[in-house]
Antibody, heavy 121, light 106 residues
Framework: QVRLVESGGGLVKPGGSLRLSCAAS????????MTWIRQAPGKGLEWLSY????????YYADSVKGRFVVSRDNAKNSLYLQMNSLRADDTAVYYC??????????????WGQGTVVIVSS | DILMTQSPSSLSASVGDRVTITCRAS??????FNWYQQRPGKAPNLLIY???HLHGGVPSRFRGSGSGADFTLAINSLEPEDFATYYC?????????FGGGTKVDI
């Protein structure tokens, strides 16, 4: 069964750090591009980051560039998001998603259940 | 960044109704366009990719159409499980951006 499971969320103070993990099962993570997306309470979806299959191609949204770092360990079938200098507006549900790259672009065909990050003093 | 504008932001419908949701991009995005469904408290699910291709397992009552900058999601004969929020997305250029969502409720 193809599945993604996020973990590592929680309550953190402004300025603090968290490391999110995304464990893949049912497919070889190394065959896919992967993405992090978040959703603030009551809001829409915001793309955060993209990492290529080998981890050498990485892009970030301006809102997290310089603060968040995405990485992957294909041998462990795991994706990570290191979040530093957290702010209140980083409060959200964080999703990892598998990127199915087809001829007509990317789309996210498998999503995790999400992990909640709350940034508050 | 490419702005994706969905309309309406919400709509009320009944089981069996046909509904349409539109999404307009701030520039031509060719066919680099997707639709997602998000049920309350759940992660989004891919519905349609590349404008009109149904993701595996998605019922045929869902139909995507459009080109360039204007796109439409039609749901024929609403089922109870279709009451959800729908998001459009462009992947023509970085960063990928989503529309604000359309909530379909009873």
């Amino acid at each position: 069964q193809v599945r993604l499971v996020e973990s590592g969320g929680g309550l953190v103070k402004p300025g603090g750090s968290l490391r999110l993990s995304c464990a893949a099962s049912g497919f070889p993570l190394g065959d896919f591009y992967m993405t992090w997306i978040r959703q603030a309470p009551g809001k829409g979806l915001e793309w955060l980051s993209y990492i290529g299959r080998s981890g050498t191609t990485i892009y970030y949204a301006d809102s997290v560039k310089g603060r968040f770092v995405v990485s992957r360990d294909n041998a462990k079938n795991s994706l990570y998001l290191q979040m530093n200098s957290l702010r209140a507006d980083d409060t959200a549900v964080y999703y990892c998603a598998r990127d199915q790259v087809v001829t007509a672009g990317d789309s996210y065909d498998v999503w995790g259940q999400g992990t909640v990050v709350i940034v508050s003093s | 960044d490419i702005l994706m504008t969905q309309s309406p932001s919400s709509l009320s419908a009944s089981v069996g109704d046909r509904v349409t949701i539109t999404c307009r991009a701030s520039q031509n995005i060719s066919i680099y366009f997707n639709w997602y469904q998000q049920r309350p408290g759940k992660a989004p699910n891919l519905l349609i990719y590349a404008v009109s291709h149904l993701h595996g397992g998605v019922p045929s009552r869902f139909r995507g159409s459009g080109s360039g900058a204007d796109f439409t999601l039609a749901i024929n004969s609403l089922e109870p499980e279709d009451f959800a929020t729908y998001y459009c997305q462009q992947t023509y250029s970085l960063p990928p951006t989503f529309g604000g969502g359309t909530k379909v409720d009873i």
